[in-house]
């Protein structure tokens, strides 16, 4: 287990989706285009622990596996207001 000290964790995720052709012809089809990812991370731990915690937590979610083999994913991390 991975103890990580935090006074402020913060995740938006916007995921972008198509949608093509006709409902009423039967031919309406949809998926996933694209992932991103911010997370906003207030810590006293360094940030290669940080990294690792993310790398972690991306991994071990179903639904982001599920997407990053299919479709580009970006993960922007800032730590204490500065990019990561």
Known sequence: ????????????????FYRDGSALA?????GPVGLESNLDIESSE???KI??????AESSCFAMQS????VETTT???????PL
């Open 46 to 48: 360094p940030p290669d």
């Open 26 to 30: 039967g031919t309406l089809t949809g």
């Open 76 to 82: 922007v991390i800032t730590l204490n207001g500065n």
């Open 1 to 16: 287990m991975l103890h990580i000290e935090y006074t402020k964790a913060r995740v938006k995720q916007t995921a972008r």
């Open 51 to 56: 990294q690792h915690l993310v790398k972690m």
């Open 67 to 70: 997407m990053i083999q299919n």
